[in-house]
């Protein structure tokens, strides 16, 4: 049998059709809605921990310039030790007071530059530790946070596997229905269930008013829907509106109350009363 073009559906078929992707799109969200907030505690801690691992190689960096840096001014304090010890050689052999002035002074000039090099040795020891403990600090909260994901990756494995086969099952089902309605329809009923909140394109009429944002909707509007002669949308909130027999929901009957009788009680006449 060959398979019937969606622009040759009738209005009712078109509506039964678009209520029946609706009802599997929604049991799609319910099965999403079962994992919760994990995907998104996976992926912030995956990005937070990501985040911690560039920090981390941040610090070490830092660490090791200062370690450079240590090292290079140990390198120069070892230099001027020895310009100083040559000096101080030199100032014994002097043979007048301008060799002498010139020789105390590059001895003076060594021990501040050894001086100098002392104090940023240690101010660059001060933040090797510093850093030191900020690097143990960051590694630990890494360790936590892996802990975490493994629990939360653990958790949502176990409720995906669950859901898995049912979930795949109904987007079989969606993409089958989806191909029996026209493009433009299925546009622009994607279009409305993408900004209603609840997730709903498609909703029937309850108690004479729209099944998703429950405003009223007059008689005559109310009969155009059950005469599935056309499309028609809440003028409050777009959905497209449904007759609830139509969706294959029973339609809420009103019980009216019986009417009291009025008793008319009748006046007597003069003779009556004589």
Excluded: W
Excluded at 79 to 85: G, I, K, P, R, V
Excluded at 202 to 226: E, H, M, S, T
């Amino acid at each position: 049998m060959a398979k019937k073009d969606p622009s040759e559906l009738t209005v009712e078929e078109k509506l039964r059709t678009l209520f029946q992707l609706q009802t599997t799109l929604s049991a799609i969200d319910e099965k999403r809605a079962i994992r919760g907030e994990l995907p998104l505690e996976v992926k912030d801690l995956e990005d937070e921990i990501e985040g911690l691992k560039t920090r981390y190689e941040k610090i070490e960096r830092e660490i090791d310039e200062f370690q450079r840096a240590i090292s290079q001014k140990k390198g120069e304090i070892t230099d001027a030790e020895q310009s100083l010890e040559r000096y101080k050689k030199q100032l014994d052999e002097v043979k007048n007071n301008r060799e002498y002035d010139t020789l105390s002074k590059e001895i003076e000039f060594q021990e501040l530059e050894i001086q100098l090099c002392e104090k940023k040795i240690k101010e660059a020891q001060i933040k090797v530790e510093e850093k030191g403990k900020e690097l143990e600090y960051t590694q630990q909260t890494i360790e936590d946070h892996e802990t975490a994901l493994a629990e939360k990756r653990t958790e949502l494995s176990e409720i995906v596997s669950e859901t898995k086969e049912e979930e795949a099952k109904l987007k079989e089902k969606a993409t089958e229905l989806e191909s029996k309605i026209e493009e433009r329809l299925l546009t622009s009923f994607k279009r409305i269930r993408k900004g209603a909140r609840n997730g709903l394109g498609i909703v029937y009429v309850q108690r004479d008013a729209c099944g998703g944002c429950f405003n009223k909707i007059p008689p005559q509007r109310q009969l155009d829907i059950k005469m599935h002669k056309k499309i028609i949308v809440c003028e409050y909130c777009g959905r497209i509106l449904i007759d609830p027999e139509l969706a294959g929901v029973k339609s809420e009957v009103k019980e009216e109350k019986p009417k009291r009788k009025r008793t008319i009680r009748k006046k007597k006449t003069e003779g009556e009363e004589a």
